[in-house]
C-alpha cells in the first residue's frame, strides 16, 4: 500500500501512471483498490471506475461505464444506419407542397428551414434551369449540394421536385430510393401539380409517400473494405482521452479497470493508448487481472511493459498472521491457535477463501464459540472443498423459493441494472424479489445498477443454473426486446447475446447479424466477427426453407470483410471460399474468389492470388452473352483492377497497367454506382506502377483523375492520399514548393478527417520537402510534430523513420555523433518492428555519417548491408540512392573505379525511377571523378548540369554543395575568380542553414582573406 499510495501522490502532481495489479480470484485485489479508492476520494482525485464483463459482448465496455455520465455524446457513436431526416416536394414554382421530418431528428428552426429552401430552389433555378423541359415536363441537373452540415439530395419530376436532407452518412441507394418515391409521386400526383390551384387537399396524399420513404434505413457498411480501422478507432480513443484530459486539468483522476482479464480486446487496445498519453497528467489508473495473462491482454501488457508506461504488481498470499487478524475480524472475537492453523492451513493466503471456510464452518456446526475465543468443535474438521464448492454450497443453502430470482441474476451477467432484471423477471415487484439476496451480501445495489458481491459468487450461480439457462437467457432476451419498444439496436448487443445463449435460434440469427452490423460501424471488428459466427450457427440450427442461401453467404461475405480489415486472414479466406461453395458458376462465385485472392495478397502470396484470379474468372466462363455494364461484366472488371494491384505489388508494372486499363474498361459503361470508386481503384494502380517505374508524367494523370472522383464523393482520406501522391511525384521531380502545396492539402484533408496516422505520415514528407530545400528549422518543427503523433498512436515504425530523419538532420549541420546516435536508435526501432524497408534507410544513414567522419572502412560495410536489402526489394530509388552513397565512400577512400561505377549506375537508375534528387547527385559525384582523374570537360559538364537541375528545383543545399566541388576543381585550373565566386555563393548557403562542416570546408578552400 506504501507504494501505491507514493504513486498516488506522484499522479497529483502530474506525473500519470498505471498499475497492472494481478492475483488469484479471490486474493483482495478489489478490496485493496477501494481502500486506495478512499484514499483517492480524501485527496480531492475524481474517481473513475470501469470493469470487464464475463461474456459481456459489448465493445468499449471498461470505458463506456468509466466515462457514463461524463461525455455531452456516446463514446462510441453508431452510424450502423443512415436514413432521410427530412424531405420536401417542391412545384416547380417553388411552393412547397409536402414535407416530412424524422422523429428524433435534428429541430430545425423555421429560419434553418427557410434558408435551405431557399438554398434548394437557387440550386435548381440558377444552376439547373432545365429540370423543366419546354412542356413542364421531367428536366435533369446535377442532384446533389451541401448546405451547412447537411447533405441535400435532389430528384426530379414532372412539374416538381423531391429533396431529401441527411444530416449523418449517405448510402449509394438513397437516391435510387428519392427517384423512386418521385416516379410514384408523379404518377399518382402529376396532374394534381400541373394544374394545382392552391388547394391543399389535391396534394395531400404525398406526405404518407414521403413518410414512407422517411421511415427506411439504409446500413452504411458499403466502404468496409476501403475501412482505415486505425484511423476511426484513433477517433473513438482520442474523444475518451480528451474528456480524460479535461477532467485531469481541474482535479486529479482515479481510473480503476477492474477484472482486465474479461475486458474486451477494444477496450484493452483503448486503454494503452489512454495509459500512453496520460502520463503529463495528474490520473493514476489501476487496472486488476487473474494471474496468467492470455490473449491481447497478454499483448497488451507486454506493449505497455516494452514502452516503459506501467508499473505491475503481483498480490502473493496473506501469511499466517495475517490470516489469523483477518479471520478475528469476520468472527468479532479472537481465534484458537488450532482453529487459526487449519484455517491458514486451508485457505491458500486467499482473503475470499477465508471468509467461505469461515461461513462453512459455522453453517456447518464445526466451529463454535467457547469461552470467548471461536474455537473447532471436538472432532470436528474444516471443509476439505475448494472456494468454489464452498460458495456453491452456500447458495444452494438458500430459501429455494429465492433461486428464481437469482437464476435470473445470475444470467444477466455479473453486473446489471435493475430494470433489466424487472424486464426479464415479468412480474411485479421485482425489488422485492431480489431482496433476500441483497440482504444477504449476495448482490450488492448501487443506483440502479445490481452487482454480485464478488466475481466468483456470480460464476457459481451461473454454474448452478446449469441446463436451466438457455430458457433464462431466452426470456432476459425477449424482455429486453419488448422494452426496446420498436428501436431494438439500443439494446442490440445484449439481445443478441442473450438470443444466442438461449434456444430461439431464428431470433439468435436476425439480432446476432444486426448486433455484427453495428459493431462494424462502431469500428468493433473483433465484436462484429463474433457476432457473425454466432448468427451463421443459429442458421445453422433453422430448417432449410428459414436459412436461405443469399441470407448466409451475405453473412460469409461480411464476415470475411471484417476479418480482412483485422487480419484474420485465414477466418477470411475461409468465409469466402465458403459462399463460392454455394454457387457453381456466376457473379456471386467469382466476387468470392476474387476476395480469397485479394486476402492473399495482403498476406504477400501473390503468386496464390493470381491463380485464385484465375478461378474467379473461370466462374464467369461460357457467359459471354452478358451485357456491357451487367453483374458479370462488372466483376470482370474488378477481377482485372484486382489482379492488377497484386502484378504491382510483385514489380511487374506493365502487366499491371494493362490488367487495370482492362478492367477500367469494363466498368466504365457500369451502371453500378460503386464502379466509379473501383475505377478510381484502377487509375489509382495504373498511377503508382507508373510512378514506381519513372513514368511521371503518366503517373501524375492517373493520380489527378483518382483525385476527382474522391473530391466529387467528398472522402477526405482519399483526397489525402491522392494530394499526398501529387505532393511526391512533384518531389521526385525536384520540385519542393509545389509538393509542399498538395503535402498541405492532403494534410488539410488528413485533419479534417481525424486521420492521425495519415496526419503524421503528411507532415513527415513535408519535413522531407524542407529539408531537400535546406528550410532545416521548418523540417524539424515538422518531423517534431509528427513525432509526437506517432508516440501518442504507438507507430514504433512511423516514429523510426522521423527519428532517422532528425539525424539527417544533425548530420547536415556537422553533429556527427549526434546524428550516428540518433540513426543507430532509430535502427533499434525499425528491426523491432521488423520493418525491412526502414532498416534499409538506417543502414544508409549511419554508412553516411560514418562516412562523413572518415570511417570510411565502417562506411562501406553498412552501404554492402544496405545494398543486399535494396536488392531483394528491386525498388530502384533505394538502389540508386544505396549506389550514390557508396560510391562518395570508394571515391574517398581513393578507389575512382568503383566509384564511377556506382556514380553512372546510380544516374541511370535514379532516371528511370524518376528520382530527380538522387539523379542530380550521381551528377555531381561522376563530376568529382573525373575532376580528379583530369578529365576537366566532363567534370565541367557534369557540375554545370547538376547545379542547373539543382537550383531550377529548389534544391538549394545540395546546389552549394555541387557549387563547393565544382569550385574546388575551377581553383586548380587557374579560374580563381570565378572559383572564389562559387565558393562565397556556397559558404553563403552553408552559414545561413547552419551547415557548419561544409562552411569550414569553404572557408578553409578560400584561405585567408577571401
Request: glycine share 12%; hydrophobic share 40%; proline share 2%.
Amino acid at each position: 500500500m506504501d507504494r501505491l499510495t507514493s504513486l498516488l501522490e506522484a499522479a497529483r502532481s502530474g506525473h500519470g501512471i498505471t498499475v497492472i495489479m494481478s492475483g488469484g480470484a479471490g486474493a483482495g485485489k478489489t478490496r485493496l483498490v477501494d481502500a486506495l479508492a478512499d484514499i483517492a476520494a480524501e485527496g480531492g482525485f475524481i474517481a473513475l471506475r470501469g470493469s470487464g464483463q464475463p461474456r459481456s459482448v459489448t465493445p468499449y465496455q471498461l470505458f463506456e461505464d468509466a466515462l457514463a455520465g461524463h461525455l455531452a455524446e456516446p463514446l462510441v457513436p453508431s452510424h450502423a444506419m443512415t436514413r432521410f431526416t427530412e424531405l420536401f416536394a417542391v412545384a416547380r414554382n417553388g411552393v412547397l407542397l409536402a414535407q416530412a421530418r424524422a422523429e428524433g431528428g435534428m429541430v430545425v428552426d423555421t429560419d434553418i428551414m427557410a434558408g435551405m429552401l431557399t438554398a434548394v430552389q437557387s440550386f435548381v433555378s440558377d444552376s439547373f434551369g432545365d429540370m423543366a423541359d419546354d412542356n413542364g415536363g421531367a428536366g435533369t441537373g446535377l442532384r446533389r449540394l451541401e448546405y451547412r452540415n447537411r447533405k441535400i439530395l435532389i430528384e426530379y419530376g414532372d412539374g416538381f421536385y423531391l429533396a431529401g436532407v441527411i444530416e449523418g452518412d449517405e448510402h449509394g441507394s438513397m437516391q435510387e430510393a428519392l427517384a423512386a418515391a418521385t416516379t410514384r409521386i408523379g404518377a399518382s400526383f402529376g396532374e394534381a401539380i400541373r394544374s394545382w390551384d392552391g388547394k391543399m387537399d389535391r396534394v395531400s396524399g404525398i406526405e404518407p409517400e414521403l413518410g414512407a420513404l422517411l421511415r427506411q434505413r439504409w446500413r452504411v457498411l458499403r466502404s468496409i473494405r476501403d475501412l482505415n480501422l486505425e484511423a476511426e478507432r484513433l477517433r473513438i480513443y482520442d474523444r475518451g482521452l480528451k474528456a480524460l484530459q479535461s477532467m485531469a486539468s481541474e482535479n486529479p483522476l482515479f481510473i480503476v479497470a477492474e477484472d482486465l482479464h474479461w475486458a474486451d480486446e477494444a477496450s484493452l487496445d483503448m486503454l494503452l493508448y489512454v495509459a500512453r498519453n496520460l502520463q503529463a497528467s495528474g490520473a493514476m489508473i489501476v487496472g486488476t487481472m487473474r494471474s496468467g495473462p492470455l490473449g491481447h491482454l497478454q499483448k497488451t501488457i507486454e506493449k505497455m511493459r516494452a514502452e516503459g508506461i506501467c508499473e505491475e504488481l503481483r498480490l502473493g498470499g496473506l501469511g499466517e498472521g495475517d490470516v489469523r487478524v483477518m479471520a478475528e475480524g469476520l468472527l468479532g472475537g479472537p481465534l484458537s491457535d488450532d482453529l487459526s492453523a487449519a484455517i491458514s492451513e486451508r485457505c491458500e493466503g486467499n482473503p475470499l477463501f477465508v471468509r467461505e471456510l469461515l461461513a462453512s464452518g459455522r453453517r456447518g456446526g464445526a466451529m463454535r464459540l467457547e469461552e470467548g475465543r471461536w474455537a473447532l468443535r471436538a472432532g470436528a474438521t474444516l471443509s476439505s472443498s475448494g472456494i468454489v464448492e464452498l460458495i456453491a454450497a452456500r447458495l444452494r443453502a438458500l430459501d429455494a423459493g429465492w433461486f428464481h430470482a437469482l437464476d435470473t441474476c445470475a444470467c444477466l451477467g455479473r453486473e446489471f441494472h435493475v430494470r433489466d432484471f424487472a424486464d426479464a423477471w415479468g412480474g411485479e415487484d421485482a425489488m422485492g424479489a431480489i431482496s433476500p439476496l441483497l440482504e444477504r451480501g449476495i448482490l450488492q445495489l448501487s443506483g440502479g445498477n445490481v452487482r454480485f458481491e464478488h466475481a466468483l459468487v456470480h460464476e457459481a450461480a451461473y454454474d448452478f443454473v446449469g441446463g436451466r439457462r438457455s430458457s433464462y437467457h431466452g426470456r432476459i432476451a425477449a424482455g429486453m426486446e419488448a422494452a426496446a419498444t420498436g428501436d431494438a439496436d439500443k439494446a442490440v448487443y445484449d439481445i443478441a447475446n442473450h438470443y444466442a445463449r438461449s434456444d430461439m435460434q431464428g431470433k439468435a440469427a436476425e439480432f446476432c447479424e444486426r448486433a455484427g452490423d453495428r459493431a462494424v460501424a462502431e469500428r468493433a471488428v473483433e465484436r462484429a466477427t463474433a457476432f457473425y459466427e454466432s448468427a451463421l450457427a443459429a442458421l445453422g440450427q433453422l430448417p432449410e426453407e428459414a436459412s436461405s442461401t443469399a441470407r448466409r453467404h451475405s453473412l460469409l461475405e461480411r464476415l470475411g470483410d471484417v476479418c480482412t480489415i483485422s487480419g484474420r486472414f485465414g477466418r477470411a479466406l475461409s468465409a469466402f471460399e465458403q459462399v463460392a461453395a454455394m454457387h457453381p458458376v456466376g457473379a456471386v462465385k467469382a466476387r468470392a474468389l476474387r476476395r480469397r485472392a485479394e486476402v492473399m495478397d495482403k498476406q504477400g502470396k501473390f503468386d496464390q492470388a493470381l491463380k485464385e484470379f484465375e478461378a474467379a474468372e473461370a466462374a464467369l466462363a461460357g457467359k459471354d452473352g452478358a451485357a456491357p455494364g451487367g453483374e458479370d461484366e462488372n466483376e470482370r472488371g474488378s477481377i482485372s483492377i484486382s489482379q492488377a494491384a497484386v502484378l504491382m505489388g510483385k514489380g511487374a508494372y506493365d502487366e499491371a497497367i494493362r490488367f487495370a486499363e482492362e478492367g477500367i474498361a469494363l466498368l466504365s459503361v457500369s451502371q453500378d454506382p460503386g464502379a466509379e470508386m473501383e475505377i478510381a481503384r484502377g487509375w489509382n494502380v495504373v498511377g503508382v506502377s507508373c510512378h514506381d517505374r519513372g513514368d511521371i508524367e503518366r503517373a501524375m494523370r492517373n493520380y489527378e483523375k483518382v483525385l476527382g472522383v474522391w473530391q466529387k464523393f467528398g472522402d477526405q482520406i482519399g483526397m489525402a492520399k491522392a494530394y499526398n501522391n501529387i505532393g511526391l511525384i512533384h518531389y521526385n521531380k525536384g520540385e519542393y514548393a509545389p509538393s509542399l502545396a498538395f503535402m498541405e492539402k492532403a494534410l488539410e484533408m488528413n485533419e479534417a478527417a481525424g486521420d492521425r496516422q495519415g496526419t503524421a505520415v503528411t507532415r513527415n514528407n513535408m519535413g522531407i520537402s524542407y529539408f531537400c530545400m535546406g528550410e532545416y528549422g521548418k523540417a524539424r518543427e515538422q518531423w517534431e510534430k509528427c513525432c509526437a503523433i506517432f508516440e501518442a498512436i504507438g507507430d514504433q515504425q512511423g516514429l523510426g523513420a522521423s527519428c532517422n530523419n532528425v539525424g539527417f538532420m544533425h548530420q547536415c549541420q556537422g553533429n556527427f555523433e549526434m546524428a550516428l546516435a540518433t540513426h543507430e536508435k532509430a535502427l533499434r526501432m525499425r528491426e523491432k518492428v521488423g520493418d525491412r524497408r526502414g532498416v534499409l534507410g538506417s543502414y544508409n544513414s549511419i554508412a553516411d555519417a560514418y562516412r562523413d567522419m572518415g570511417h570510411l572502412e565502417r562506411a562501406l560495410h553498412f552501404y554492402e548491408e544496405a545494398l543486399k536489402i535494396a536488392r531483394s526489394l528491386n525498388d530502384l530509388s533505394d538502389l540508386a540512392v544505396n549506389l550514390c552513397g557508396r560510391g562518395e565512400a570508394e571515391f574517398l577512400a581513393g578507389d575512382m573505379n568503383k566509384a564511377s561505377a556506382d556514380a553512372s549506375e546510380a544516374h541511370r537508375l535514379a532516371k528511370e525511377a524518376g528520382e530527380r534528387s538522387t539523379e542530380l547527385k550521381s551528377l555531381r559525384l561522376q563530376g568529382v571523378v573525373a575532376r580528379e582523374r583530369g578529365d576537366c570537360d566532363k567534370a565541367k559538364e557534369m557540375f554545370e548540369s547538376a547545379i542547373e537541375g539543382q537550383k531550377s528545383a529548389g534544391m538549394v543545399p545540395e546546389a552549394a554543395m555541387t557549387g563547393y566541388e565544382y569550385a574546388l576543381m575551377l581553383k586548380r585550373a587557374g579560374e580563381t575568380e570565378r572559383g572564389v565566386e562559387l565558393l562565397r555563393e556556397s559558404l553563403s548557403v552553408f552559414e545561413k542553414r547552419g551547415m557548419r562542416a561544409l562552411a569550414e570546408k569553404c572557408r578553409a578552400a578560400l584561405g585567408p582573406g577571401n
